[in-house]
């Protein structure tokens, strides 16, 4: 590992996730210790309140989070404002179809902390027929904010009823 490690250094990585089980804090904390390049996680993380542990033991140098995994764009917000506080980058998870992509880009778009936008590659691939917008990266490298009102990306009720099957009650 920790040769792995030095090489992603003298490639001039941006972070290197979850390089080992999140469940060993004393392992990230003596791998973050000895690189350059920050360790990054979050992803495997269950509860907002536990990321503080990581944070205070020096597991990490860059905090991630997966909405659904810690309490929605709520429990997003408080992970980001305690890495806000120890002056920590932190990157919402962003895998999925629009509404995975936009509950975590409102969460970036409202965080003073977060400086990437992650993209399911190849863009569209996690495309629906039943939402009407779609996020994607523009020719200049950004992601237009929405404009709609909820998450800002709408759903296309009548694809949707074509869609269903069977409605069970």
């Not at 941006?14 to 804090?25: A, G, H, L, M, N």
């Not at 205070?56 to 909405?67: E, I, S």
């Not at 904010?145 to 009823?161: C, F, M, N, Q, S």
Request: with cysteine; charged share 25%; aromatic share 10%.
């Amino acid at each position: 590992m920790a040769r792995v490690c030095k090489r992603l250094d003298q490639l001039d990585y941006v972070s290197y996730e979850d390089p080992i089980p999140t469940s060993d804090i004393d392992g990230l904390a003596q791998l973050a210790q000895a690189l350059d390049v920050p360790i990054t996680i979050g992803e495997f993380i269950v509860s907002p309140y536990d990321y503080a542990e990581y944070i205070r033991r020096g597991a990490c140098d860059v905090v991630r989070f997966v909405v659904d995994n810690i309490g929605g764009i709520t429990g997003g917000m408080k992970v980001a404002r305690l890495a806000e506080c120890f002056g920590m980058e932190c990157q919402p998870h962003n895998w999925g179809t629009a509404l995975d992509h936009a509950v975590h880009f409102h969460c970036e778009l409202a965080m003073p902390n977060n400086v990437w936008f992650e993209m399911t590659q190849p863009q569209g691939i996690t495309d629906r027929p039943y939402f009407k917008d779609r996020i994607r990266i523009d020719k200049e490298g950004y992601v237009p904010a929405p404009t709609k009102p909820g998450l800002g990306y709408e759903i296309d009720r009548d694809v949707l009823d074509n869609l269903t099957k069977q409605i069970e009650r």
